[in-house]
């Protein structure tokens, strides 16, 4: 690592957009970047080493409700491209994702939370 300290902010501000629509982004959002996931294989003697198999990635984030969106339309849906901008330059990507898991709505709050996975979620380092 260099010895640059970085200056700007590291948490915090998220927006959010589901097939470059907008939507609020409250309490938070969090994702995992998709990859090979290693599990350790083990005989009865010995640690043997790994097997690598691939794992999806995902999105989720809680989200204020819209007047002019239902977030019933988003129960089931796929072919999804999900783009989440943090405060600290990262830009994660899911492409083609699907929405899994029931989508609950909090009407004192308005929100819902959203999860969205892929084969292909990534993150990237905007300046």
């Known amino acids: 690592m260099s010895g640059t300290v970085y200056r700007g902010p590291l948490a915090g501000l ?5 097939n470059g629509d907008t ?3 409250v309490g938070e959002a969090q994702y995992q970047p998709s990859g090979n996931a290693n599990e350790t294989l083990k005989g ?9 198999m691939p794992g999806q990635g995902f999105i989720q984030a ?3 409700m819209r007047r002019d969106r239902k977030v019933g339309s988003l129960q089931g849906a796929s072919g999804l ?7 600290n330059g990262v830009v994660v990507t899911c492409v083609n994702g699907w929405q899994t898991e029931e ?3 909090n009407t004192q709050e308005g ?3 959203l999860h969205v996975e892929s084969d292909t ?3 990237d380092i905007v300046s």
Request: glycine share 2%.
């Open 14 to 18: 998220a927006t959010l957009s589901i």
């Open 23 to 25: 939507w609020n982004v």
């Open 44 to 52: 009865q003697s010995a640690v043997e080493g790994f097997s690598a």
């Open 62 to 64: 809680t989200l204020r």
């Open 81 to 87: 491209t999900v783009v989440l901008t943090l405060a």
């Open 103 to 105: 989508l609950n709505v």
């Open 111 to 113: 929100t819902f939370e």
């Open 121 to 123: 979620v990534t993150e």
